[in-house]
């Protein structure tokens, strides 16, 4: 034949591999997951560095990348989630604490960047060197205007800062002794490119703003306009500037009580976390939210692994879900329940039935590798949760400790005997997770292990989001949300692997190896 006629006669052939829809074939297949399939190569005609991955998690929350850290006691807190949000995603703080601590973490957060700091820390001056310490340990920073109230609105009259304090023995020293008086301002009504600049060309780290009258206003930090440069992905509030936060609670009544501190505390996103999501306890709390928080919350509703639990929460009034029973690495919920769906089949079922009410899907469990996560997005889900993935990193909670000459961190599920052990009934929220504060035995449905030092979270999330944009790339896709399009009309195209396919499709035939996965 002529090749000119190659395209003309590959349109009588069709394409090659399965529309998405014939991929998951419940009564041909069963249920997937990840490694059962591969995704078909498409055509490439941009770069990966041009490959967006915009994404929305709720109806409300847009993100630069579709990475969220799991809500587990040994993967996040506020160093996660800090990091996380700096870096494009989001991180979900664990509620196997107090609802005090949680809201501590909260604060944390959103202390660490601002654009106009509205509720900044400030002090009298017969306060003490003392008082700016105890703060500086507890909040990270020593930048703090002086006013004659000790409160925003006072009038402004010095600020103390690092240098102001650093070598002084006499820490019950007053303030007035130490401050500087002598302080650059901005007038209220400045915008935010222009305090900016003045604070560039004063070289300060702290610009007050005050009105008319001298009183303090709001403040902007230098660290903040550092942090602006560095950290051009961060996850901000579109009004406030602050990082954006998550946060897990349980259905339990204490639980709205945990919340209100939450959103006081200035959460963003407030994840129900439960095993197993469709049950009256989780509608009462969507509602509840929707009802008390509406505009200042959105909530991730689950976990989820069919149709019919989403429609029930979507009917609620959940802005995102989280899908998942049984998959992740620590988790042994389908082993010992025998309840869950394989994760592959569970993403792609409720993500096309919740796409059509517009509601966003986190993908949680069986993420083990940037190949996963991108399969995730092929399947529907609008972000992918990490646990495993993130456990062992200079940013998760915990120390590092030293076995057979391996670096570790522990790693445990929130199902484990370990964790539910870990408060009273009252603050558990992983026994609330599991329905189990009032059973006289406790069924564990997950593991306590360790995982190797992965380093920090500042090398390994860019080299997740390299990874995707190549992936997608490969795919012929160069916008996130188009590949959801492109999915479903079945322009892209999928494939399963047998078992000696997928051991073709990995390292093999090698008497040793090293596996480096980014520099």
């Not at 501190?261 to 200035?266: I, R, T």
């Not at 309840?339 to 796409?355: C, D, E, I, M």
């Not at 090398?459 to 479903?488: A, K, N, R």
């Amino acid at each position: 034949m002529d090749p000119k006629l190659a395209i003309q006669e590959l349109e009588k052939m069709g394409g090659d591999g399965l529309a998405a829809r014939d991929l998951i074939d419940l009564k041909g297949t069963g249920g997937l997951t990840y490694n059962d399939f591969l995704v078909l190569p498409g055509f490439i005609d941009f770069p990966a560095d041009a490959v967006s991955l915009d994404t929305k998690i709720t109806r409300n929350i847009t993100l630069k990348t579709p990475l969220m850290s799991s809500p587990m006691d040994t993967v996040t807190e506020s160093e996660m989630a800090i990091t996380m949000a700096l870096l494009g995603g989001i991180g979900i703080l664990h509620n196997n604490c107090t609802p005090d601590e949680q809201a501590a973490m909260v604060r944390k957060v959103k202390k660490f960047e601002n654009g106009f700091i509205t509720d900044p820390v400030v002090l009298t001056a017969q306060h003490k060197i003392r008082d700016v310490l105890d703060i500086k340990s507890k909040l990270g920073f020593a930048g703090i205007p002086i006013t004659d109230t000790g409160k925003l609105g006072g009038k402004l009259i010095g600020i103390v800062t690092n240098r102001d304090i650093g070598f002084r023995e006499d820490i019950d020293a007053e303030l007035t002794t130490v401050m500087s008086t002598d302080v650059v301002t901005a007038q209220h009504g400045i915008t935010l490119p222009e305090a900016n600049r003045i604070l560039r060309e004063s070289k300060k780290g702290k610009l007050p703003i005050v009105d008319e009258n001298g009183n303090l206003v709001s403040l902007v930090a230098r660290s903040d306009l550092l942090k602006n440069r560095d950290y051009p992905w961060a996850s901000k509030h579109p009004v406030t500037k602050q990082l954006l936060v998550g946060a897990a609670i349980g259905t339990r009544p204490g639980d709205r009580v945990r919340l209100a501190k939450l959103v006081e505390a200035g959460l963003d996103v407030v994840v129900i976390d439960s095993s197993q999501g469709n049950s009256s306890f989780q509608i009462e709390m969507v509602k509840h939210i929707k009802e008390t928080y509406s505009g200042k919350v959105d909530v991730i509703a689950g976990n989820v692994v069919t149709r019919d639990q989403a429609a029930n929460l979507i009917v609620a009034g959940a802005d995102g879900l989280r899908i998942g029973m049984g998959s992740g690495s620590i988790c042994i919920t389908q082993e010992v329940m025998a309840v869950g769906r394989p994760q592959g089949t569970a993403v792609y079922q409720v993500s096309q039935f919740a796409r059509k009410f517009g509601v966003p899907t986190v993908a949680d469990g069986g993420i083990s590798n940037v190949g996963h996560i991108a399969k995730a997005l092929s399947l529907g889900a609008s972000c992918a949760m990490m646990g495993s993935l993130l456990a062992g990193t200079s940013e998760a909670p915990g120390e590092y400790f030293f076995l057979e000459g391996k670096r570790l961190k522990k790693y445990r599920g929130m199902g484990s005997l370990d964790a539910m052990e870990k408060n009273d009934s009252d603050n558990s929220g992983s026994q609330a997770r599991y329905f189990s504060e009032s059973d006289k035995v406790k069924v564990a449905q997950g593991v306590t292990g360790a995982v190797v030092d992965k380093g920090s979270i500042k090398q390994f999330i860019p080299y997740l989001i390299t990874g995707l944009q190549h992936s997608l790339q490969d795919m012929g896709v160069p916008h996130l949300s188009q590949l959801w399009e492109m999915v479903d009309s079945g322009k892209v195209r999928f494939e399963h692997r047998s078992a000696a396919a997928q051991i073709e499709g990995g390292v093999h035939d090698l008497f040793q190896y090293e596996k480096r996965l980014y520099k």
